[in-house]
């Protein structure tokens, strides 16, 4: 029986946060439901951060009151804090369907978490902890980002063991699984590999995922040797959408469909409809002036 490679959309979040072109709330909501037809177990669909920092999120609670929920995609939302919380739970609480996960996000390396988040490593451990408590007291699942895994724009090469360290805060906040970012796609398959031998020694390759961006042209590479070091989980934006506003130089996830192609040759199978994702990827690209 072949094995399973679980792919996570990312592009309607971490892909749209960061294209200059204005997306409109109908083409959101229209790549959204595509990416959901085409058997992607696992969407981002937005964000409740500040719309002062990322403008280009500021309408994900109309982003969910619009989509189609008919399919059996897992969707999730990024919450920074307990403002971004109330938020999302005053508009999810009166949907009988929705996201029902929150994806919660902190730096390895300090000038990112000061300049992503406007505090220090410490301080957003604090911030997430009332955050945690409230998505479990709904019974709502939790998933972690832990950014520059491999490098920092502000502070250069991040240790393995920072990264470790900081997987094992969040790990202790709740055992929730873990998406470790090359958020500015500066990893090599020797700095991936790095560091994940030190964070494999505080939680399973069961609970860890790869959000690799291309920058470097090195994301598909980093896949490889995560795979080979066990991870099954994959980060992935429809056309290579996007990066990250607060880290410069950071274009790009790694394309759904390249990540889809790479698994599937290697003998993984994905259960999502090429096809669909190809429709997907020509309307991200047109929706960013690229088509
Ligand atoms: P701050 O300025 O320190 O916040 O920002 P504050 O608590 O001092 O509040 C300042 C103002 O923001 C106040 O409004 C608050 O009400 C408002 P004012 O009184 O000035 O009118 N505010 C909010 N408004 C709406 N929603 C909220 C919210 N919180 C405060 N949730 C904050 C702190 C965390 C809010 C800010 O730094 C922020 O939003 N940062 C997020 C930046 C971001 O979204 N980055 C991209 C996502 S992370 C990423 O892409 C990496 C990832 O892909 C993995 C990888 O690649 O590594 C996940
Ligand atoms: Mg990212």
Redesign the pocket.
Known sequence: MPETVTIYE?GP??GL??EAANVSLSDKIALIDLLTSSGLPAVEVG????????PQ?AGSGDVIAGLRYDHAARLSV????M???E?FWNIRSAMEKGPDEV?V?I?ASEGFSRA????TIAESID?LRPVVAAVQSVGLTLRG?????TDCPFDGPTPPDAVARVAEFLRDLSPMPL?L???IGKGTPETVGAMLRAVQEVAPSTDLAG?F?DTGGQALANVAIALDMGLRTF?GAVAGLG?????PG?PG?VATEALIALVEARGFVTGIDRAVIAKAAKLARAMRGSA
């Open positions: 990312v979040r971490d946060q960061n964000s409740f951060v500040s719309p002062k920092w990322v999120m990024l919450v920074p804090n403002q971004g919380w938020r994806a996000f730096s992503n988040l406007n505090c911030r980002y832990v950014s520059c895994v998406s970012g090359d958020t959000h961006h980060d990066g990250c506003p607060y880290a950071a996830n």
